[in-house]
């Protein structure tokens, strides 16, 4: 009757590693491979490749189109920069940064003009407008003064 009430382990026999992730295996081999939010992709195909299963990967390096791709790249881009596959989590998590990035710029710069007593409208300026485009990344972040007054002014005064 014990042999009922116990559960049986089941053995996994399989041959997959579960301890190894995508970003172990991209370390292995950082020219050819690359992990972004725990998924492995290929940098010379861009396609995802099961990373549990080293077979799987070798099998994908030994394939006639992985050779293809990789030979057409040497012989094609010695110095180009090749892009890498991305996730979509990731891409909008990149933009999101930038995006708060680029708040944070609008509100410094509505308190330095503050504090300056400057105002807001010498920010349609042309040549802050080109200030602000040599001299920052986030140079089309820049709003005119109607939306500053609108929506970030509204912000920092709900803020504080």
């Known amino acids: 009757m014990d042999k009922f009430l116990t559960k049986n382990k089941v053995k996994d026999h399989s041959k997959r590693a579960v301890n190894i992730s995508a970003k172990d295996r991209a370390k292995s081999m950082p020219q050819v ?76 710069w509505i308190k330095a003009c503050t504090a300056a007593d400057i105002p807001l409208e010498k920010s349609d300026s042309p040549a802050l407008r080109e200030f602000f485009s040599q001299a920052y990344v986030l140079a089309g972040l820049m709003p005119n003064c109607a939306h500053i007054t609108c929506s970030h002014i509204l912000d920092l005064v709900a803020r504080s």
Do not use: M
């Open 33 to 108: 491979l690359h992990e972004d939010d725990g998924i492995l992709f290929c940098s010379i195909c861009n396609i995802s490749i099961d990373h549990t299963c080293k077979s799987t990967i070798d099998n994908h390096l030994r394939s006639n189109s992985h050779l293809k791709r990789k030979h057409k790249t040497d012989s094609e881009q010695s110095n180009a920069k090749v892009l890498k596959q991305t996730t979509v989590s990731s891409g909008f998590d990149k933009a999101a940064k930038k995006s708060l990035a680029g708040a944070k710029v609008i509100t410094d």
